[in-house]
């Protein structure tokens, strides 16, 4: 390889891996922006309801995930970037809209929604970028896997951030509060699309040449030809929903000052936000660990271990007490701090090892060997992203009816799926395809 194709990857990698960081950035304002919806009288105290913003934000998925695919055919991967940075920014300031005075009550809370929309039609939009990008720069297998791990962990980073920024910026949260008292979280959100469409306006990022189309190029086929691809596209939906449903239904519940049971601090919102921050921090050590092994352990052997892991943790968080506390380090953004949490939450908590390497796993799975197929599959698997709204609404509607702790059913049916491809549904059996 040359040395200037060699350093057009490495920029191309670096550049992946930054909007790896944006797309958890906007994923994660939802969850602690949902507390504030949560309070206000018009939702009345709805888990559901609060989901809503996060629905809203994958929701979007079903509709861009398909075109989004097809963008990468037709204009290339930088310019599809630079596309879903530009309509994050819009979906931001949607988002900074809803907090004007005029728009109190319910319709500042419609605005809100549309503008969690469009930023998931961003998020998409990235989402279909960098996952194929990074798994063609490496040339798929598990170096494949491995620069996608990597890219996880800057993700798990700003998902680690996000959560405590907005939570530590609200501070306590009562009926009062309003979107406008956000303004500065979102402020922050639009400088950095701002600087993102800037500096990718000025890096030169080649589209890789490894599974390359074009307009011009034939499909005899589609993704949905391979079994191994839809069972993985069935695989990531059920996997988003357990990677947002699990500590966004725990910030919820620590945040849930009726819970008196917990012993919490009286700033509520801050300590769910740390909590879930906590998670999101074990995911990025979860992932920046496989990231040194990943080239020389399967992703199907990491699938394996960490759903049957992840299992037997929820198992036991639904059937432990809420009574039974115990002494957890939360991360505060700068320090750690032992705070008075349920065992359960701890235990939960614990499942952001276990998920941290499942996104990665699945793509790498599910796209191996589909060569030219490849672009339209990812396009498949953000469409199917939308678990990620739709699995947690559910589970949030069980712990307004039953109780919080049993709604994590829905997680542990989820893991006990993708367990179960991992072991017997992410084989390649359509190896008769031709896919150059």
């Excluded at 949560?38 to 398909?66: C, H, Q, R, T, W």
């Excluded at 319910?106 to 998020?123: E, I, P, Q, T, W």
């Excluded at 320090?335 to 701890?346: C, R």
């Excluded at 307004?400 to 993708?418: A, E, F, K, N």
Aim: charged share 10%.
């Amino acid at each position: 390889m040359s040395n200037q194709k060699q350093n057009g990857s490495i920029i191309a990698i670096i550049t992946m891996m930054f909007l790896y960081a944006m797309i958890a950035f906007v994923t994660n304002l939802a969850a602690p922006i949902g507390v504030v919806m949560k309070n206000d009288p018009e939702v009345g105290g709805s888990n559901m309801l609060a989901m809503l913003g996060n629905f809203m934000n994958f929701f979007a998925y079903l509709f861009m995930g398909i075109p989004a695919g097809k963008m990468l055919t037709r204009i290339g991967y930088k310019k599809t970037a630079m596309l879903g940075v530009l309509v994050g920014f819009i979906g931001v300031l949607i988002q900074f809209i809803s907090g004007f005075e005029a728009l109190e009550g319910y319709s500042d809370n419609f605005v809100y929604l549309l503008g969690a929309f469009v930023s998931g039609l961003s998020v998409c939009l990235l989402n279909t970028v960098v996952n194929p990008m990074l798994n063609l720069l490496g040339g798929g297998g598990n170096r494949g896997n491995q620069l996608n791990l990597i890219g996880g962990t800057l993700n798990s980073l700003s998902g680690t951030l996000t959560p405590m920024l907005v939570g530590a910026l609200i501070g306590e949260v009562t009926k009062t509060t309003d979107f406008v008292e956000i303004n500065l979280v979102l402020y922050i959100a639009m400088a950095v699309f701002a600087a993102a469409f800037i500096a990718l306006t000025f890096i030169p990022i080649r589209d890789p040449e490894i599974g390359r189309v074009t307009s011009k190029t034939q499909f005899e086929h589609s993704p949905w030809s391979f079994r191994h691809c839809l069972l993985g596209v069935i695989a990531i939906f059920f996997y988003v929903g357990v990677e947002v449903g699990i500590p966004g239904t725990l910030n919820f519940y620590i945040a849930d000052t009726t819970e008196k049971g917990a012993g919490l601090l009286a700033n509520a919102a801050a300590i769910g936000g740390f909590v879930a921050g906590t998670y999101w921090l074990l995911m990025l050590v979860g992932r920046l660990c496989s990231s040194f092994i990943a080239n020389k352990v399967s992703s199907k052997t990491m699938m394996i271990i960490t759903n049957s892991v992840g299992m037997a943790l929820i198992i036991l968080a639904i059937f432990i007490p809420k009574e039974t506390m115990t002494s957890m380090p939360l991360f505060t953004g700068s320090s750690f701090e032992m705070t008075q949490v349920p065992v359960s939450a701890m235990l939960l908590v614990l499942c952001g090892l276990c998920t941290s390497i499942m996104w990665a796993s699945i793509f790498n799975l599910a796209t191996e060997g589909l060569g030219k197929y490849t672009a339209q599959a990812s396009g498949i698997f953000m469409m199917m992203v939308v678990g990620g709204g739709v699995m947690p609404l559910i589970q949030n509607f069980i712990a307004d009816t039953l109780g919080y702790m049993i709604s994590y059913v829905i997680p542990l049916l989820s893991m006990g799926y993708m367990l179960w491809y991992a072991m017997y549904g992410s084989k390649n059996v359509n190896t008769d395809i031709p896919v150059d």
